[in-house]
């Protein structure tokens, strides 16, 4: 079975306040989406990588590519490395719009597919090869997630609080998300209106579940986010 990932880096960025898309924004002197495809090159699983940037960028993101690909961590990691296939398509306006994208250019060969938000650029390639564990004893997704360390309230419009689930029985969830290829895209093409794929899936009544996630999956969105993925980097 082979495993494509898809990688959305289509997003504008609006909440980090850069004048280029936030895939772009250069963290210790790398764009946050040239570390999301060293990470995931460095995973043996993946055979395939559809990049999806936003419309007008997709020849910056293709040498995105062309250089994580020269790294030795992608190098490294299968044989196949050197056979991957890594291809760009242009990104629509929702999340789910760039998903489908993405979805639409994988070949027909992948029958497993993982999704990556590039935003989260930090992603150790250990998260990639459980989630793809997960998916290929059988599950028909698989999603990290790490406990929630706040308590959650559930409000209504008005701002009062209607519930306060068990925060024991609560996970925060991260990507990559993984997936049997025909059940995510079941689940796009009855709707892509969904914070993540897994939500869509949870709709068609698929069982999703749930892998140790791990907390350098975080994404990258306030400014703050970028000093700390700075940090992290800078040991
Ligand atoms: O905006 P947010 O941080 O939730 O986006 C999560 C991921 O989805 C980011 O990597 C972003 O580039 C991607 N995205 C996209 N197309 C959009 C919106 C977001 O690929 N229209």
Redesign the pocket.
């Known amino acids: 079975a082979a495993v494509g990932l898809i990688v ?4 504008s ?1 609006r909440r980090l306040g850069a004048d280029v ?3 772009f924004v250069p963290l210790a002197g790398v764009s946050l989406l040239g570390h999301a495809l060293r990470g995931a090159l460095s995973s043996p699983g993946v055979a395939e990588v559809v990049v ?1 940037a936003p419309p007008g960028w997709t020849d910056e993101a293709a040498a995105v590519c062309r250089w994580a690909r020269s790294q030795p961590s992608a190098a490294s990691a299968p044989a196949a490395a050197t056979r991957r296939t890594i291809g760009v398509v242009p ?5 789910g ?2 998903v489908a994208a993405g979805l639409a250019a994988l070949s027909p060969a992948v029958s497993i597919v993982l999704v990556h ?3 989260r650029c930090l992603a150790p390639s250990t998260v990639f090869d459980r989630v793809v564990a997960a998916v290929r004893e059988g599950a028909a997704a698989a999603v990290p997630g790490v406990a929630v360390v706040d308590t959650i309230k559930e409000v209504d419009a008005t701002g009062r609080v209607v519930g306060t689930p068990d925060r024991a029985r609560l996970r925060a969830v991260q990507t990559p998300q993984g997936f049997r290829r025909d059940v995510l895209e079941r689940a796009h093409a009855a709707s892509s209106d969904a ?1 993540d794929d897994a939500g869509l899936v949870e709709r068609l009544g698929e069982t999703v579940v749930v892998v140790a996630g791990d907390p350098l999956a975080f ?1 990258v ?1 306030t400014p703050g986010d970028l000093e700390t993925a700075a940090r992290i980097l800078a040991g």
Do not use: F, L
């Open positions: 959305v880096a289509a997003g960025g898309p936030k895939a999806v990104g629509g306006a929702e999340r719009d760039s938000d590039a935003a914070t994404k969105t």
